[in-house]
T-cell receptor, first 113, second 115 residues
Framework: DAKTTQPTSMDCAEGRAANLPCNHS???????VYWYRQIHSQGPQYIIH???NNETNEMASLIITEDRKSSTLILPHATLRDTAVYYC??????????????FGKGTLLTVNP | DTGVSQDPRHKITKRGQNVTFRCDPI?????LYWYRQTLGQGPEFLTY????????KSRLLSDRFSAERPKGSFSTLEIQRTEQGDSAMYLC?????????????FGPGTRLTVT
C-alpha cells in the first residue's frame, strides 16, 4: 500500500469549510484513496473513498488531483462534532488481499466555535 | 452506533493475568478484523477472519495472543500472561463482500490497562 503524508493538526472555524490535504505520491493505478475519522474515544468511522474521480456523499467531498498524487477531503460546513483525527489511507485490490487498513497518525482537526 | 459491539468497554488487569475480549460484528458481515491502538498512534492491524477462518495474523500478534471466530459469528481475542506493553485500545471491525472492499465498520473498542 502506498504511503500517505498528512499534516499533524489543523484548525477550522465552525460553519466554515474544512479542507484536509493528503499526499500519496507513490499511489499505483489500482489503489483507492480512503478517508476515515476517529472521534475521541470511539472507533474509526468510514467517510468516503475514490479512485480518480471526485466523489461526494452526505458527509464530505473528496477531490483527487489528476495525477492522483494528492487528495483533499472537504467538510463543507464544519461543526464542533467534526473535531476528530482524520486518516487518509491508500489501499488497492490485489487478488487475495485481506483488505486490512493501514493507518498512519492522521490529522487532528479541531473545529473552533 | 455502527452495529458492531465490543465487550467489555474497559478492562483493568494485573500483569500476568489472562483477559478475553468479545466482538459481535454486523450479522451479515463475513469479514472480521482486530486492530490495536496505542496513545497517539493510528490503529494497527492484528488479525483477520473470513467467516470462521483466520486468514492472516500480524507479527504484532505474539504467541500470548489468540483469536477465534467460531461459526463465523462473534469473535474473541484472548491475551495470556498480560504485560504492561499490552495496554492499548483493542478495536474490532467488520465488513462484507461487495464493491467497497475497504469499508469497515468499527466497534467502540475495549480499553485494556495492565497494572
Amino acid at each position: 500500500d502506498a504511503k500517505t503524508t498528512q499534516p499533524t493538526s489543523m484548525d477550522c472555524a465552525e460553519g466554515r469549510a474544512a479542507n484536509l490535504p493528503c499526499n500519496h505520491s507513490t499511489i499505483s493505478g489500482n489503489e483507492y484513496v480512503y478517508w476515515y475519522r476517529q472521534i475521541h474515544s470511539q472507533g474509526p468511522q468510514y467517510i468516503i473513498h475514490g479512485l480518480k474521480n471526485n466523489e461526494t456523499n452526505e458527509m464530505a467531498s473528496l477531490i483527487i488531483t489528476e495525477d492522483r498524487k494528492s487528495s483533499t477531503l472537504i467538510l463543507p460546513h464544519a461543526t464542533l462534532r467534526d473535531t476528530a483525527v482524520y486518516y487518509c489511507i491508500v489501499s488497492g485490490y490485489s487478488g487475495g488481499s485481506n483488505y486490512k487498513l493501514t493507518f498512519g497518525k492522521g490529522t487532528l482537526l479541531t473545529v473552533n466555535p | 452506533d455502527t452495529g458492531v459491539s465490543q465487550d467489555p468497554r474497559h478492562k483493568i488487569t494485573k500483569r500476568g493475568q489472562n483477559v478475553t475480549f468479545r466482538c459481535d460484528p454486523i450479522s451479515e458481515h463475513n469479514r472480521l478484523y482486530w486492530y490495536r491502538q496505542t496513545l497517539g498512534q493510528g490503529p494497527e492491524f492484528l488479525t483477520y477472519f473470513q467467516n470462521e477462518a483466520q486468514l492472516e495474523k500480524s507479527r504484532l500478534l505474539s504467541d500470548r495472543f489468540s483469536a477465534e471466530r467460531p461459526k463465523g459469528s462473534f469473535s474473541t481475542l484472548e491475551i495470556q500472561r498480560t504485560e504492561q506493553g499490552d495496554s492499548a485500545m483493542y478495536l474490532c471491525a467488520s465488513s462484507s463482500r461487495g464493491k467497497n472492499l475497504y469499508e469497515q465498520y468499527f466497534g467502540p473498542g475495549t480499553r485494556l490497562t495492565v497494572t
